[in-house]
């Protein structure tokens, strides 16, 4: 699944984009692409995430910290919100 990403640093640096997302073995990893040739993952694992909130002020938006960064996935209305709660959910229980 596809979400629209914003990563803030403990220095208040932000990325903003665009990121591919899965649930495999209670860990979420993230694909960005950063050009042509490469990918970055990342790789999150579901136990270590704290402060997981969902806001539906402006839309549904779900976010957490991990390794001293806030992330915040933002729903374009393709579902990705529902996705990332079961997803979440699941790996908790």
């Known amino acids: 699944m596809f979400a629209y990403i ?8 932000t990325f903003n984009g665009y990121a591919a997302f899965e649930f495999i073995d209670g860990i979420l ?3 960005f692409m950063t050009g042509l040739r490469r990918t970055v993952r990342v790789k999150i694992p579901i136990s270590e995430v704290e402060h997981l909130t969902e806001n539906q002020d402006f839309g549904s938006r779900i976010s957490f910290d991990y390794d001293q960064k806030h992330y915040i996935f933002l729903d374009s ?3 990705e919100s529902q996705f ?3 997803n979440f959910l699941e790996t908790i229980k």
């Open 6 to 13: 914003q990563i803030i640093d403990e220095n208040n640096k």
């Open 77 to 79: 209305g393709y579902g």
């Open 29 to 31: 990893t993230l694909s």
């Open 84 to 86: 990332l709660k079961e």
